[in-house]
Nanobody
Framework: QVQLVESGGGLVQAGGSLRLSCAAS????????MGWYRQAPGKQRELVAR???????NYADSVKGRFTISRDNAKNTVYLQMNSLKPEDTAVYYC??????????????WGKGTLVTVSS
């Protein structure tokens, strides 16, 4: 069974840091782009950061300079280092990845989410 499992969420004070991890497991042939999205209460899910298999990255304007996405292809894992956290970063953070179980057949997969709460 292929799945994405996030970890690292929690409660932190404003100005603090957290590191999220997301590991892909199962019978996976290859992994394309991976990313982090978030959804705050009453708001739509939005892209936070994305990284390609070649490690090109892009970020939402709201997190540029504070968050860093990275990946370890040997571990099928993507990370999100979050620094200088603000109360408005409070949300459920979801991992997303393009996983191919057979060559050329990539599909979108989502994790179940991990809650990040930033107190003021």
């Amino acid at each position: 069974q292929v799945q994405l499992v996030e970890s690292g969420g929690g409660l932190v004070q404003a100005g603090g840091s957290l590191r999220l991890s997301c590991a892909a497991s199962g019978s996976i042939f290859s992994i394309g782009p991976m990313g982090w999205y978030r959804q705050a209460p009453g708001k739509q899910r939005e892209l936070v950061a994305r990284i390609t298999s070649g490690s090109s990255t892009n970020y939402a304007d709201s997190v540029k300079g504070r968050f860093t996405i990275s990946r370890d292809n040997a571990k099928n894992t993507v990370y999100l280092q979050m620094n200088s956290l603000k109360p408005e970063d409070t949300a459920v953070y979801y991992c997303n990845a393009d996983l191919a179980l057979v060559p050329g057949d990539g599909m979108d997969y989502w994790g179940k989410g991990t809650l990040v709460t930033v107190s003021s």
